[in-house]
């Protein structure tokens, strides 16, 4: 299940040309992705602005670098970087992303309980580090390798009204997928 509501965005390049750069912003004011019953994001604010570079000339393999971008949900920024090429039925993809800021605010931004509840008004203490990438090939019969690591030291919460804070939260995570397969 996905949901997109109040979204607008703006596309301009010179589509006529075989090299070109396509700008574009997005912003949803709500978006909810559920999978498997589990609920990925649950009513975020996103905000999007990419440039991509178009490689046109090859009509059979044509490519599409990251240029400069910056993604935001609710208050987790991503910058991603790489590229997708066509290939018959399959994209290459060779993406890689990370968090340029490392507040351990950022994430909890994402917890719908926290986020809709004095947010703006939340002690918070930590660092967050995630990164990842995605590199081969995507298709009808081709699914590509895949690495997630996120970590958090030293998270801490507190509510306002609450005497006592969430604290020495940690986080190791390392998801890896060699690929061919998405279980």
Do not use: C, W
């Not at 440039?51 to 993604?71: G, P």
């Not at 019969?141 to 895949?146: I, L, Q, T, Y």
């Amino acid at each position: 299940f996905a949901s997109l509501v109040g979204y607008r965005q703006s596309l301009s390049g010179d589509f006529a040309t075989d090299l070109f750069t396509i700008s574009t912003q997005a912003h949803g004011d709500s978006v909810t992705v559920q999978f498997a019953g589990i609920p990925y994001l649950n009513h975020v604010a996103l905000d999007l602005a990419v440039d991509v570079n178009a490689d046109m000339r090859n009509k059979s393999s044509q490519k599409f670098t990251l240029a400069k971008n910056e993604i935001r949900l609710n208050d987790l920024r991503l910058a991603l970087t790489g590229s997708a090429t066509t290939r018959g039925d399959n994209v290459a993809l060779d993406l890689a992303f990370n968090t340029p800021r490392t507040d351990f605010r950022h994430i909890l931004s994402l917890v719908p309980a926290i986020y809709m509840r004095d947010f703006q008004k939340l002690k918070t203490a930590g660092v967050l580090t995630l990164s990842g990438q995605v590199k081969g090939d995507y298709g009808p019969k081709a699914f590509p390798s895949f690495a997630i690591n996120a970590t958090v030291a030293n998270g801490a919460f507190q509510y306002p009204d609450l005497p006592l804070p969430a604290r020495d939260i940690g986080l190791a995570l390392l998801v890896r997928n060699p690929g061919g397969d998405v279980d």
